[in-house]
Nanobody, 126 residues
Framework: QVQLVESGGGLVQAGGSLRLSCAAS????????MGWFRQAPGKEREFVAR????????YYADSVKGRFTISRDNAKNTVYLQMNSLKPEDTAVYYC???????????????????WGQGTQVTVSS
């Protein structure tokens, strides 16, 4: 069983920064790509970023490209999301998730991920 626990959310003014962390349990963390998603009130959960198992490759939604950076530390079983130049439209609950390629879905899809954290709230005030 894998457990993912996010932290680092909070209230920040527009233009500010936050760093989210996602700590994973288990011995298989380094074998899997990891992703960050977010869900705003009344909206579907959407892809934010993904990082390969090695950390060498990352992908971003167009809406966050150039402002957010995903990274990981396999020795600490932790994945991070550095968020800079935050905008009010970034307000959402942010989730980390483990990508499972055997599920056959595109990696920007919620369906491609098998374990999820409980989420951490990010609120950006204007």
């Amino acid at each position: 069983q894998v457990q993912l626990v996010e932290s680092g959310g909070g209230l920040v003014q527009a233009g500010g920064s936050l760093r989210l962390s996602c700590a994973a349990s288990g011995r298989t963390f380094s074998r899997y790509a990891m992703g960050w998603f977010r869900q705003a009130p009344g909206k579907e959960r959407e892809f934010v970023a993904r990082i390969s198992w090695s950390g060498n490759t990352s992908y971003y939604a167009d809406s966050v490209k150039g402002r957010f950076t995903i990274s990981r530390d396999n020795a600490k079983n932790t994945v991070y999301l550095q968020m800079n130049s935050l905008k009010p439209e970034d307000t959402a609950v942010y989730y980390c998730a483990r990508h499972n390629p055997t599920k056959g879905a595109t990696w920007t899809s919620v369906s491609a991920y098998d374990y999820w954290g409980q989420g951490t709230q990010v609120t950006v005030s204007s």
